[in-house]
């Protein structure tokens, strides 16, 4: 019995394909991003993804949503993480998005991403008059 189990692990071990055991890339990506808000959100922006295996891309960046949202929002330098990503080929697409925004004069702004096994995390500050949390789709190209 013992050794039936053992030679369907190994078993089990070696047919899975090897990217099942390839490590994940880390990808960050730096983003200035602008818009407005009035229930219906509209932001486009522009960033550039760097990761750890040395691929980089500059990317443009589109964000459509709704939301209990209202303001006109600057993020400049906003800082974000990729989770999930094997090549940065991985992370172009349209992204599940959540985000949350606030400010007078100065503005904050927090967001997460989903897209299938990739999540995104990202913070920015900069300038506008916002408040509002949002759901809707951002694009990266």
Same mark, same amino acid.
């Given at each position: 019995?013992?050794?039936?189990?053992?030679?369907?692990?190994?078993?089990? !071990?070696?047919?899975?394909?090897?990217?099942?055991?390839? #490590?994940?890339?880390?990808?960050?990506?730096?983003?200035?991003?602008?818009?407005?808000?009035?229930?219906?959100?509209?932001?486009?922006?522009?960033?550039?993804?760097?990761?750890?295996?040395?691929?980089?891309?500059?990317?443009?960046?589109?964000?459509?949503?709704?939301?209990?949202?209202?303001?006109?929002?600057?993020?400049?330098?906003?800082?974000?993480?990729? #989770?999930?990503?094997?090549? !940065?080929?991985?992370?172009?697409?349209?992204?599940?998005?959540?985000?949350?925004?606030?400010?007078? #004069?100065?503005?904050?702004?927090?967001?997460?991403?989903?897209?299938?096994?990739?999540?995104?995390?990202?913070?920015?500050?900069?300038?506008?008059?916002?408040?509002?949390? #949002?759901?809707?789709?951002?694009? !990266?190209?």
């Amino acid at each position: 019995m013992k050794r039936v189990i053992l030679s369907s692990v190994l078993s089990v !071990i070696f047919l899975l394909p090897t990217s099942v055991f390839a #490590a994940d890339t880390s990808c960050s990506i730096t983003y200035n991003l602008s818009g407005w808000s009035a229930l219906y959100q509209t932001y486009k922006g522009t960033g550039i993804v760097t990761c750890t295996n040395g691929q980089s891309a500059h990317v443009s960046l589109t964000q459509y949503g709704g939301g209990l949202t209202f303001g006109v929002l600057d993020i400049e330098q906003a800082k974000g993480k990729f #989770a999930g990503v094997k090549d !940065i080929q991985d992370i172009y697409g349209t992204y599940f998005s959540m985000d949350v925004h606030a400010g007078f #004069a100065r503005a904050g702004d927090a967001r997460a991403l989903f897209k299938g096994y990739i999540a995104f995390g990202g913070v920015g500050t900069g300038g506008g008059y916002t408040l509002g949390t #949002a759901l809707g789709g951002l694009t !990266i190209r």
